[in-house]
């Protein structure tokens, strides 16, 4: 399809990990980024992944690319409430050279 | 201080009237755009430029038109402003240059409610 997709809502446990997926639109695309948007705030670049790796770790973060699938996740281990925001997956999309966001992933985090 | 700043944050005015949005960023960027982010629809691409002397438009350019005074100054105008214009407004910079090339920042937005 021509657009990043991801679901609208998750909801998640307190301390449980929290698993954010994202289907992108380009096999070649070259970046593929993650961001998080806090109430009342702009967008934040929370990490980025490169084409050439399936996996990236950083802190309580992995960044898992299936680039076959063309998928991306994003997990977020032992989840606060901190972590209550909306997540952006993006796209570098190689054809075109245009950054494609996806409509964003609502975490709401249950006590 | 922000890397990334816009004025005003908020915003209400009424139909008709001319708004001008700006955005001003001390990250050295030369590649600045404008969003808008409506509920449900994401963030739609409004206009962009890769230097002061180059601009593009975006997916939703209509109604809208850009100036980059600067390499730091990017600001959006809406001549005649809309009720469904009412929405939150993001400034992003990028650059060219490194290993993040294109990765963008974002301004803290700019919500405008258009009576």
């Known amino acids: 399809g021509e657009d990043v997709e991801q679901s609208l809502f998750l909801s998640v446990r307190e301390g449980d990990s929290s698993v954010i997926n994202c289907t992108y639109t380009?096999?070649?695309?070259?970046?593929l980024y993650w961001y998080k948007q806090e109430p009342g705030a702009g967008l934040q670049l929370l990490t980025y992944?490169?084409?050439?790796?399936d996996m990236k770790q950083d802190q309580r973060l992995t960044v898992l690319l299936n680039k076959k699938d063309k998928h991306l996740s994003l997990r977020i281990a032992d989840t606060q409430t901190g972590d209550s925001a909306i997540y952006f997956c993006?796209?570098?999309?190689?054809?075109?050279?245009?950054?494609?966001f996806g409509k964003g992933t609502r975490l709401h985090i249950l006590p | 201080d922000a890397d990334v700043t816009q004025t005003p944050r908020n915003r209400i005015t009424k139909t008709g009237k001319r708004i001008m949005l700006e955005c001003s960023q001390t990250?050295?960027?030369?590649?600045m755009y404008w969003y808008r982010q409506d509920p449900g629809l994401g963030l739609r691409l409004i206009y962009y430029?890769?230097?002061?002397?180059?601009?593009n438009k975006g997916e939703i350019s209509d109604g809208y038109s850009v100036s980059r005074q600067a390499q730091a100054k990017f600001s959006l105008s809406l001549e005649s402003a809309i009720p469904n214009q009412t929405a939150l407004y993001f400034c992003?910079?990028?650059?060219?240059?490194?290993?993040?090339?294109?990765?963008?920042?974002f301004g803290p937005g700019t919500r405008l409610t258009v009576l």
């Open positions: 993006a796209e570098r999309r190689n054809r075109d050279d245009k950054i494609i």
């Open positions: 380009d096999s070649s695309s070259t970046y």
């Open positions: 992944i490169f084409s050439n790796m």
């Open positions: 990250k050295g960027h030369d590649r």
């Open positions: 430029s890769f230097d002061v002397k180059d601009i």
């Open positions: 992003a910079t990028g650059t060219q240059a490194g290993g993040l090339r294109d990765t963008q920042y």
